[in-house]
């Protein structure tokens, strides 16, 4: 059995590219194709929203070899600084700081973007950069509602850009090689998917109406996002917990688990989306739920439910697929394969891989390092990464119609053909959102 994973995962590799979306050569005219990478050329990187996740983006991309981040981006001049200091800590060149990543796009020599901004800016940055021919490697989810997931979409194919969503399971050896065997019915056909992550967030209060800092530029973070007034409850990380700018723990974490849930059903757009759950941990300005349930129906006729506890549990995350033989346990530690009276028949732990990193990787090779790896890739060698766009806005726009389900208090019916909300005006007026005059998002 062993020797069988080494095969698979030798065939497979971290560059393959995604099944069923065909090759995305053709896309490139003459003139696109000439800034294609070779094999051995430095791809010149920016770094845009560098507080926290894209510090340490930053930490996996300096360990990847003929790669350059020539660009740090923040509106806050404090983290500028520090992941300026995360680079040279490294015996690198020093990155120039930048507040307004508008205006490193103009630099031709610029040739890729790591987008980790909050939510409300992922697809209006991915445009721009596209727009401007970068490549882009964006953090989930790809967009704040679903039509900036299609738009997304539209700029990476108008502008033949690679675009990699931050679902960094997709390029996990645990993943590809569970789902794998799913695949090669080790459990029979699979009909259920299940899906958790909990967590013991605290309160965060009710904010107060206080002078913006003078480190932050807070009319350039919120952007495209009609404007708010400063709050001391908000930045850096609690704009998760608004609907204005954030998109819940139902995005935020959910994201992931739903990505490997439609991977191992084999499934694409729903049929009908259901979601309970409420804002039950405290009593605060937290607006999105601490405590939600979302329940799918997809057109192969499986199922899958996707449950998430913010404020309740120790931090636990996984799926679970159940199929006619028995069911599959896919924690970050491996996988298990269970009978139909729950007895383990087979355990696959992690360091018991068959797995090699790819030659680009020169540390251990952890999950942000490895889908980083197959971007680097991808964007050398010209082919879909594992995490194309089109996958990830597929599997962002499941957790997006559960929030709407949530939030109008009904169950969604959907065109199984692509994922649109049938004869629900009101659920459909969520699809997008109103943007701040002169930021609407244009492909």
């Not at 490294?90 to 939510?119: C, H, Q």
Request: proline share 5%; net charge neutral.
């Amino acid at each position: 059995m062993k020797n069988s994973r080494r095969d698979f995962l030798k065939k497979a590799g971290l560059g393959s590219a995604a099944l069923g979306l065909g090759g995305i050569t053709q896309g490139f005219g003459a003139g696109s194709y000439s800034r294609i990478m070779g094999a051995n050329n430095r791809i010149r990187i920016a770094h845009i929203g560098v507080n926290s996740r894209g510090d340490e983006l930053a930490k996996k991309i300096i360990n990847q070899k003929n790669t350059e981040i020539i660009y740090i981006c923040d509106v806050d001049e404090r983290a500028i600084a520090k992941t300026v200091s995360t680079v040279t800590s490294a015996n690198l060149p020093a990155p120039k700081g930048e507040k307004d990543f508008r205006n490193i796009l103009k630099d031709k020599t610029l040739d890729a973007v790591v987008i980790a901004m909050p939510d409300h800016w992922h697809a209006p940055a991915t445009i721009l950069a596209c727009q401007a021919g970068k490549h882009v490697y964006c953090e989930k989810p790809l967009g704040h509602n679903p039509n900036e997931g299609e738009l997304s979409i539209q700029a990476a194919r108008k502008y033949n850009r690679i675009v990699q969503l931050g679902t960094q399971k997709r390029s996990s050896p645990i993943e590809m090689e569970a789902i794998h065997e799913l695949h090669n019915g080790v459990i029979g056909r699979v009909y259920f998917g299940k899906a958790w992550y909990n967590r013991a967030r605290t309160s965060i209060g009710f904010g107060k109406e206080v002078p913006v800092p003078e480190w932050l530029d807070f009319d350039l973070w919120q952007g495209p996002a009609p404007r708010r007034t400063f709050k001391d409850n908000l930045i850096h990380y609690n704009w998760h917990w608004f609907w204005h700018w954030g998109t819940g723990e139902a995005l935020n974490n959910g994201t992931h688990e739903m990505d490997v849930i439609r991977w191992g059903l084999g499934a694409d757009f729903p049929v009908r989306v259901s979601s309970l759950g409420g804002r039950y941990a405290f009593k605060d300005d937290w607006e999105t739920p601490d405590t939600q349930v979302i329940s799918y129906d997809f057109p192969n006729n499986t199922s899958a439910v996707w449950q998430g506890f913010s404020c309740n549990g120790k931090y636990e995350v996984g799926t679970l697929f159940y199929g006619e033989k028995g069911c599959m346990d896919i924690k970050e530690d491996g996988y298990s394969i269970l009978d139909q009276e729950g007895k383990i028949v087979k355990q696959v732990k992690k360091d018991e891989l068959s797995f090699a990193a790819p030659t680009t990787v020169t540390s251990s090779p952890m999950l942000d390092e490895l889908h980083v790896a197959n971007f680097l890739e991808s964007v050398r060698n010209n082919k879909l990464p594992n995490a194309d766009v089109e996958i990830g806005h597929r599997s962002t726009l499941l957790v997006q119609l559960g929030n709407i389900s949530y939030r109008v208090g009904r169950t969604l019916n959907i065109d199984p053909k692509n994922g649109h909300i049938l004869g629900d005006p009101e659920a459909q007026r969520l699809w997008s959102r109103d943007y701040e005059k002169g930021w609407e998002p244009i492909v």
